[in-house]
């Protein structure tokens, strides 16, 4: 068997204001996977996609990607290197142009050439369908076209895993097609792709495992069809009964 | 042709930038009549009423000099001191945010003119006394420069507010573009240079321009820590020739005209760094 890219071991989180955020997550996240993680609000999803590359820090267990350990502060760039991130508000550079978002960590962080960094920005911009913005600034885009270019941004960086956390929530329904076809696709390539999400359609379409958490727990573990055919656990029956 | 050659290419952008924009310089022409009119009433007084107006102007001269310069050195200054001092404001490093914070309260608290007489006679009479007790013969004739420590004054104290516009402005702006920046891998400094300082800027730009004009304005006061300035330069004038009117209303003019303009150019920075929307 492959070693695990990610490995979340009994891993616990409290915010400030006391609540037990994570409590005691396992998980071993292998080459290739993708994982899709549900769950009711305030049941941890978030939070533990955003431990996984330290933007929430995690007070016990430990979080290693490709062998780095999410407490070694000193490799946490090295770390963010490999595990591209999308967010729910999208949240690209409003100053920089389309082409500027996706080359600027691109040429700081992995050193690379202006010429190289614009043709592999172009690259991806053709990949993501929407070349022809460029030029335009974020605030110019639809909602669909912004998450688009933060897809393109986040694979610029030729991560090995990419984190999506709840990539469609903010997305008015006609646009949510168009970023969950990106995200398909892009399952094919053989990324590993951990996506908080309420999307069942891209679960059913890409998901090698789906995941429901709830009060910081993982309750259930299962391929697709299984969590959804045949649950194991009272919990996830009440929650799929909710929201399907 | 040519025009529908730019729609084509991005509609939104040609829109943006044939449209608000064009409306916009409407604006600040209109605004630059006012400037005229100030600068048309000077010139009518000095040609016209050379004695005392053409005077006044000769002898505040090298007054105006001293404003502007004392300006303009302490506003760098300040802008240079103040986004270090916003910086440890917004810092994680309890000792940066702690000195930081104290030094923003402690400046605040006490007015300006009351700091520029500590750094005019106090500051001085310190260093004597230390050179005294330290019996370090060049400390004990240590004579102040007035314009520099007026420069200096002014940039202590406007920089705790720079400080805190810098904090606001940076504050401001969502969580989200620093964990979006860290995401990608880049460290905190280059975060800050890149993304957050770029953006911030072009939020707290107009707050700058107010306090450059406030710095033009305030700088009046160092009139009485020994520096000529126009305002010292205009009371000499009024003591030697009893005109106060003429006088008085001769600097009001010139400040008046030199905030104007000031305006204006804050006003047009102001719109060239605006986010494209």
């Known amino acids: 068997m492959t070693e695990p890219i990610i490995q979340i071991k009994d891993v616990h989180k409290y915010f400030k204001n006391n609540i037990h955020a994570l409590r005691g997550v396992s998980l071993d ?13 305030g049941s941890g999803k978030s939070t533990l996609l955003r431990s996984i590359n330290n933007l929430e820090e995690i007070d016990f267990g430990d979080i290693t990607v490709g062998g780095l350990s999410v407490k070694d502060h000193h490799d946490i760039n090295k770390l963010r290197m490999e595990v591209g991130m999308v967010f729910q508000q999208f949240n690209l550079f409003p100053h920089l142009t389309v082409l500027e978002n996706i080359t600027l960590a691109q040429r700081i962080v992995r050193k690379r050439s202006k010429k190289e960094s614009y043709q592999n920005a172009m690259l991806l911009l053709e990949k993501v369908g929407i070349p022809e913005k460029a030029h335009a600034y974020p605030l110019q885009l639809s909602g669909g076209q912004q998450q688009r270019v933060a897809i393109a941004r986040a694979l610029a960086m030729n991560p090995k895993i990419m984190l999506f956390d709840e990539p469609t929530s903010a997305l008015d329904p006609e646009m949510i097609q168009e970023v969950l076809e990106v995200m398909i696709q892009l399952s094919k390539e053989g990324i590993t792709m951990v996506v908080v999400s309420h999307e069942m359609g891209f679960a059913r379409a890409a998901a090698d495992r789906t995941i429901l958490m709830d009060e910081g727990k993982i309750v259930e573990i299962a391929s697709h069809d299984e969590l959804f055919t045949n649950p194991q656990e009272e919990r996830t029956r009440l929650f799929l009964s909710k929201i399907l | 042709m040519e025009e529908k050659d730019n729609r084509q290419e991005n509609p939104i952008q040609w829109l943006d930038k044939n449209l608000p924009q064009a409306g916009e310089l409407t604006k600040v022409d209109a605004w630059w009549w006012l400037v005229l009119l100030v600068f048309l009433a000077i010139l009518a007084l000095v040609v016209f009423k050379p004695d ?3 005077r006044i102007l000769n002898f505040t001269q090298d007054g105006i000099v001293i404003t502007i310069v004392v300006t303009i050195s302490s506003f760098v200054l300040t802008m240079i001191f103040g ?13 940066l945010y702690g000195i930081t914070s104290i030094y923003v309260e402690i400046i605040r608290g006490i007015p300006l003119l009351v700091q520029l007489l500590v750094w005019y006679f106090a500051f001085p009479a310190i260093i004597i006394q230390l050179g005294t007790i330290l019996k370090i013969e060049s400390m004990q004739r240590y004579l102040a420069n007035p314009v520099l420590m007026a420069i200096i004054g002014i940039s202590v104290c406007y920089a705790a507010y720079m400080a805190e516009i810098v904090r606001a402005g940076i504050e401001s702006l969502p969580a989200g573009q620093m964990e979006a920046a860290r995401s990608l891998g880049m460290t905190k400094t280059q975060t800050m240079q890149y993304v957050i300082l770029p953006q911030a800027y072009r939020i707290i730009m107009p707050a700058i321009g107010n306090e450059f004009i406030s710095l033009l304005k305030d700088s009046s006061l160092v009139s009485v820590v020994a520096v000529s300035d126009l305002t010292r330069r205009g009371r000499e004038f009024m003591s030697t020739t009893f005109m106060p009117i003429e006088t008085w209303l001769m600097v009001s003019l010139l400040y008046l005209l030199m905030t104007l303009i000031t305006t204006r150019l804050t006003k047009i920075i102001e719109n060239k760094t605006k986010l494209v929307k």
């Open chain 1, 29 to 41: 996240i292998y080459p290739g996977e993708v994982i899709v993680i549900i769950g009711p609000s």
């Open chain 2, 52 to 54: 005392p107006y053409a």
């Open chain 2, 83 to 95: 986004l270090f001092c916003g910086l440890g404001r917004v810092s994680k490093n309890r000792i």
